[in-house]
Nanobody
Framework: QVQVVESGGGLVQAGGSLRLSCLAS????????MGWFRQAPGKERDFVAA????????NYADSVKGRFTISRNNANNTVYLQMNSLKPEDTAVYYC????????????????WGQGTQVTVSS
């Protein structure tokens, strides 16, 4: 059974930093793209960032480019999201996900999901 578990969320002041982690288990994820989405109350689940299996290609939403960095460690099926210069509009539940297409930016194109971790940025 596939499990995807996020950690690292919390409350931070604007301008601060947080690092999210996500551990995937339950099958071999060779070749899978790993990524992050976020969902604020009353809004759609939006793409944040993704990274290929080889970590050679990354993809970022324009709203986080230059502030967030995605990385991964395939030895332990973990993906990270380093979030710097956080803004109140970054407040959301952040979801880790796995899929097959580095270019995919729609939630429906991803196969496995975690339960999410709350990130709250105060002004």
């Amino acid at each position: 059974q596939v499990q995807v578990v996020e950690s690292g969320g919390g409350l931070v002041q604007a301008g601060g930093s947080l690092r999210l982690s996500c551990l995937a288990s339950g099958r071999t994820f060779s070749g899978y793209t790993m990524g992050w989405f976020r969902q604020a109350p009353g809004k759609e689940r939006d793409f944040v960032a993704a990274i290929t299996w080889s970590a050679g290609i990354t993809n970022y939403a324009d709203s986080v480019k230059g502030r967030f960095t995605i990385s991964r460690n395939n030895a332990n099926n973990t993906v990270y999201l380093q979030m710097n210069s956080l803004k109140p509009e970054d407040t959301a539940v952040y979801y880790c996900t796995l899929g097959r297409d580095i270019g995919a930016r729609s939630a429906g194109e991803y196969d496995y999901w975690g339960q999410g971790t709350q990130v709250t940025v105060s002004s």
